[in-house]
Every structure is written in structure tokens, then in C-alpha cells.
């Protein structure tokens, strides 16, 4: 047990170890102290007048055509669909080398044989999300919503890529915020103040390979712990996303769409959650520690379950402090406050991971524009 608990905290504690200066960035770009940092209305993404056109735009398209829908039901649908889209764009480059490039697909499947099905069946789920909401807004008036003028950025050159295809997201240069991983371990919740270290530091790193790697080679290993990480880290921020947005919608319609699709996130969070923990450690030969993560002991049949919090089968999510820390613990999804799981937050935490790297100001503009208009929407809105 002694072992056990010193290797989890050489573990927990890489952020302070690591000789790497570039672990320092890890904790900066955690979600809450990127927020805190640079504030939504200070970020230096955003040209104040093309903000203000932006929503502009989005406002005047909102009082029209929206029969059936409220203004801020239609913003809310509005922005979840561009979340989708981007959704499915990094999904597609994921599943396009899970299915068709052999040595990322068998460094996934050190995660577990699965991962490549997996993939696959969540990028199947976030096409139908796209879809299904640009469709639900068509049949109530509205536009739907395309990021295609923003599909610029260049695609890997490995085997299973579509080489020439251009994309919305960049995979390439990720900064992958894993605090999830003890918040979801912990008693403590954000939307009461707390905060969470990282339980791996992964610091722009690829999530895909860009040129074709070595079969069972550490580079490849890596890329797919990242990736493995990745994935987990994507859809519980959509699970807090659609859960902060359930309370503003005014429509039973827009309630049981929001609920409904929300579900599907956190069933994509949970199986991401559960093969996270099966990452490999990786040596220190690629230039970059991926540690041995904290396993549980083997169950025995006497009676008592010898998991830690902090295991890595301990995927469901512990009792936390939920709406009054006098009320008792609960099992719930984390953070579901506008101000940290909202849509400005998601692009916020979005932008951090890197995953918007090389897009434009015409990009930010749009879906900030999109993300305050979703975050102002109320069951007084309209
Ligand atoms: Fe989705
Ligand atoms: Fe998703």
C-alpha cells in the first residue's frame, strides 16, 4: 500500500517534478485560471467592433423567422449546433486515423481493442447532433448554422487521412487540461470555487500523428494516450455545456432536445473516462513523460474494496457538493454554472487546448457572437 500511495503522488504531483518548463503551462491553461486570467470581455482574441457587429448580426437574425421559438431557445440550439459542428470535425479527423492508419489504431487499442469502434461510433453520434439541430432549427424558421467560410486548416499527411481535405480544428498542438480527472475523483465542485490539479500534464502535444509514425513506437503511444485523454477532456466539457444550458430553455421541445442530447455527451464522457485510465505509461525517451497512472490493487473477496479516489477505476463520478454545500454530497455532473461550463466558457476552454489554433478573427467573432447570445438566453429572455 505504501508503494501505492507514493507512486500516485509522484503522479499527482508531475506539475511540481517535472523538469520540463513547459509543464508550467499545464496548470496557466487549467479552465478556471485561463478565465480568471484573461476574462471574457479582455480577451485579446476579440476586436471589440467586429464583436459588436457579430452580435449585431446574430441579434437581427434572431428577431426574425423564429416562429415557433423563442429568441433565446434559438440561441441556445443555435449555439450548441456550431459547437457540434466543430465537434464533429475533430471527431472525423479522429476516427478518419483510428480506422485507417495501423499504427495509430494499434497504439489506441493498447487503451482497449474497442477504441477504434469507439471512435468511430462517436463521430457517427456527433454527425446526427450536427444534423439533427441545424434540421430542428430549419423546421422552426431559422437559419441553420455553418462554420464552412472557417474550414481552412490543413489536414495530417499520414495513411487514413483525408490528406486534402480542409478542416475547422487543429489536433496537432494540444493542451490537454486533465483536471477532470481528480475534479470528477473529489468532494469539491467549480461552481463552488474549487480547483483541481491535472493528474498528467499534456502540453502541446499532437493528438494525431501528422506524418506516418513507426508501428508500437513511443512517438505513436503518446499521440494516442493524448488523443485517449483528449476525448474525455471534449466531452465532459459538452456534458457541463448542455447540463448549464438546460435551465435557461423555455420550451418542453428545447428542454427534451437539450436533456436528450446532453445524455449522449456524458455516455461518450463516461467510456472515455474508463479507457483514459488505461493509457500506458510512455518513457521519457520521446522527450515527454506519460507516468504510470494510479491502479487500483486487485479486488479480493474479502469484503472491502481497497480503490482509492484517485484509481483509475473510479469512473463514476464521486459525491460532490451540489447547490448549497449544506445540503448532503451528490453524484453529478461538474461544473453546470454559466461561468464555468457555459458557452463562453467552452470556447474559452476550447481556445486553450489549442484546438482553434491558425483560425481566423472572423472565426472568434462568430462564435463569440453565438456564445453571448446562448449565455444571455433565460426563461425571461423572451
Ligand atoms: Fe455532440
Ligand atoms: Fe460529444
Redesign the pocket.
Same mark, same amino acid.
Given at each position: 500500500m505504501l508503494r501505492k500511495l507514493e507512486r500516485k503522488n509522484s503522479v499527482l504531483n508531475t506539475e511540481r517534478k517535472a523538469p520540463n518548463p513547459s509543464s508550467i503551462k499545464a496548470s496557466q491553461f487549467g479552465r478556471r485560471s485561463f478565465i480568471k486570467r484573461i476574462g471574457w470581455g479582455g480577451t485579446a482574441l476579440l476586436p471589440a467592433a467586429g464583436l459588436l457587429a457579430s452580435r449585431a448580426v446574430t441579434r437581427a437574425n434572431a428577431s426574425h423567422g423564429h416562429a415557433g421559438l423563442p429568441r433565446g431557445d434559438a440561441a441556445l440550439l443555435r449555439f450548441?449546433a456550431a !459547437?457540434?459542428i466543430l465537434? &464533429?470535425d475533430l471527431w472525423q479527423q479522429y476516427n478518419e486515423l483510428a480506422l485507417g492508419n495501423e499504427a495509430f489504431q494499434t497504439a489506441l487499442a493498447v487503451l482497449d481493442g474497442d477504441m477504434p469502434s469507439y471512435v468511430n461510433q462517436?463521430t457517427r453520434?456527433?454527425f446526427?447532433?450536427?444534423d439533427f439541430l441545424n434540421a430542428y432549427l430549419m423546421s422552426k424558421g431559422q437559419r441553420p448554422v455553418s462554420l464552412e467560410a472557417f474550414r481552412t486548416l490543413p489536414s495530417s499527411q499520414a495513411t487514413g487521412a483525408n490528406k486534402s481535405a480542409k478542416r475547422l480544428t487543429n489536433l496537432t498542438n494540444l493542451t490537454v487540461d486533465t483536471s477532470w480527472y481528480t475534479r470528477y475523483r473529489s468532494t469539491g465542485n467549480p461552481d463552488f470555487g474549487d480547483s483541481f490539479p491535472q493528474i498528467v500534464n499534456l502540453v502541446d502535444l499532437p493528438g494525431i500523428p501528422s506524418t506516418d509514425l513507426a508501428v508500437n513506437s513511443d512517438a505513436i503511444q503518446l499521440i494516442a494516450n493524448t488523443a485517449g485523454f483528449h476525448f474525455a477532456t471534449v466531452?465532459q466539457g459538452?456534458s457541463s455545456l448542455y447540463d448549464s444550458f438546460l435551465p435557461k430553455a423555455n420550451g418542453p421541445e428545447v428542454i427534451k432536445i437539450i436533456a436528450a !442530447?446532453g445524455g &449522449?455527451?456524458i455516455q461518450?464522457f463516461e467510456v472515455w473516462q474508463d479507457k483514459a485510465g488505461n493509457a500506458p505509461p510512455v518513457p521519457l525517451a520521446t522527450g515527454t513523460l506519460f507516468p504510470d497512472l494510479p491502479h487500483s490493487p486487485d479486488q479480493l473477496p474479502n469484503g472491502i474494496d481497497p480503490a482509492d479516489p484517485i484509481d483509475t477505476n473510479q469512473i463514476m463520478p464521486r459525491p460532490c457538493k451540489f447547490i448549497s454545500p449544506h445540503l448532503p454530497l451528490c453524484s453529478v455532473i461538474r461544473p453546470t454554472s454559466t461561468q464555468q461550463a457555459g458557452a463562453k466558457a467552452t470556447i474559452l476552454f476550447f481556445t486553450a487546448m489549442g484546438l482553434f489554433q491558425g483560425q481566423s478573427n472572423q472565426f472568434f467573432d462568430f462564435v463569440s457572437a453565438l456564445a453571448e447570445e446562448a449565455d444571455e438566453a433565460g426563461r425571461n429572455f423572451d
Open positions: 450548441l !459547437i457540434e465537434e &464533429t462517436n453520434d456527433e446526427s447532433h450536427q466531452e459538452g !442530447i &449522449t455527451e461518450h
